[in-house]
């Protein structure tokens, strides 16, 4: 059984930072691609980022280029998101997500507030 568990969220102003984490147990961590997620109040989820097993390859929601930065660590099983310059639309619920066994996993998600 594979569970993700996110932190890091938190309360920022525009402009700021944060950087939020998923470590992940059962399976193997080093074998599956990760990515985040994001959902706003009253939105349907949104992709944010995706990042290969090896963390070779990485690609981005368009909006999201330049600001965000997906990593992992496979020595920690834990996938990173760090947001930059972040703006009140980044207000969201941020989700990890991975696929293991031919089924979705999600974390309980970890709240990112950006006020203005």
């Known amino acids: 059984q594979v569970q993700l568990v996110e932190s890091g969220g938190g309360l920022v102003q525009a402009g700021g930072s944060l950087r939020v984490s998923c470590v992940v147990s059962?399976?193997?961590?080093?074998?599956?691609?990760m990515g985040w997620f994001r959902q706003a109040p009253g939105k349907e989820h949104e992709f944010v980022a995706h990042i290969s097993w090896s963390g070779g390859v990485t690609y981005y929601a368009d909006s999201k280029k330049g600001r965000f930065t997906i990593s992992r660590d496979n020595t920690k099983n834990t996938a990173y998101l760090q947001l930059n310059n972040l703006k009140p639309e980044d207000t969201a619920v941020y989700y990890c997500?991975?696929?293991?066994?031919?089924?979705?996993?999600w974390g309980q998600g970890t709240q990112v507030t950006v006020s203005s």
């Open positions: 059962g399976g193997t961590f080093e074998e599956y691609a």
């Open positions: 997500f991975t696929v293991w066994g031919g089924l979705g996993h």
